[in-house]
């Protein structure tokens, strides 16, 4: 299955099977005016790498695989650890470190809903290290329709 995002326009998929198919680290599926929905693939033994984003708030649905979700006010004071498999949903306050690590013997399938929008449209990245370059470099903006908070507060990442 093949998903484009359309931006702001209505869509409609099988949101379970694009999750599971998708292979890449991350693929933004679709961005509205207000949040995003992008699918993830984490390889065994990998993580999403330990984050914070102080204006976003997130859930994410797991589609398959197994994994440790790691969560707190400091990335040096991560008190919320919870294993978490396919169907466990988690909820990620803006402003929260967290982590999801794939514990198991296969890729960890998830997508992810950020409100508001945090990746440029139509985004794919095939690694961890692909999405950490065109962050820093500036490559993975929200579009300029989209709605922002009004200051601008970095992304932390450790």
Known sequence: MTIK??????????????TLENTNYRSVAWSGKYLQLT???????????LEAHP?????????????????GSAKDNLDFDQEVEDGWAVFVPAGTWHNV???GDEPLQLYAVYAPVHHAPGKIHATFADAERDEDSGNDEPPTWSVQPTRHPADKHA
């Not at 995002?5 to 694009?18: M, N, R, T």
């Not at 699918?39 to 790498?49: A, H, N, Q, R």
């Open 5 to 18: 995002d359309i931006g702001p326009e209505p869509q409609s998929f099988d949101l379970e099977q694009a």
């Open 39 to 49: 699918l993830m693939s984490i390889p065994v033994g990998e993580d999403i790498g």
């Open 55 to 71: 204006e976003t708030d997130q859930f994410l649905r797991l589609d398959a695989g197994r994994g440790r979700v790691q969560m």
């Open 101 to 103: 690590t794939n514990t």
